[in-house]
């Protein structure tokens, strides 16, 4: 099981966001540090997987939901078109280890993304 994080603490409503997709097993919301016009981070409720590896192998219905409410999220606040980026470690820059999808759209240049 993981630690509990902020992540953890927003699953919970501890930590109040502004939800703009929620299922009974995901929930997205703004990133508080964006890196590109449009960052939203699409998360599992559950708290039980630290990175993408992981919740694919004990849930990849899970992990397809993910991807489908990222896309759902690019139509509404993009153009449609978006980069999804799950960073799965300490060293490519993950801070926060409960699973979670970066969902990128906007002008973006092909470039290295560094934060969590």
Excluded at 48 to 58: I, S
Excluded at 94 to 115: K, M
């Amino acid at each position: 099981m993981a630690a509990e994080t902020v992540f953890g603490k927003i699953v919970s409503g501890e930590i109040p966001v502004e939800i703009l997709a929620e299922t009974d097993r995901v929930i997205a919301f703004p990133d508080m540090n964006p890196q590109a016009p449009v960052h939203i981070l699409v998360i599992p409720k559950s708290t039980a997987y630290d990175n993408v590896a992981e919740l694919a192998a004990a849930e990849p219905d899970t992990l397809a939901e993910i991807v489908s409410v990222a896309q759902q999220l690019a139509a509404e606040h993009a153009n449609g078109e978006f980069r999804l980026i799950f960073n799965s470690g300490a060293t490519v820059g993950q801070t926060v280890f409960h699973v979670h999808a970066h969902v990128l759209a906007g002008d973006l240049e092909e470039r290295s993304l560094v934060g969590s």
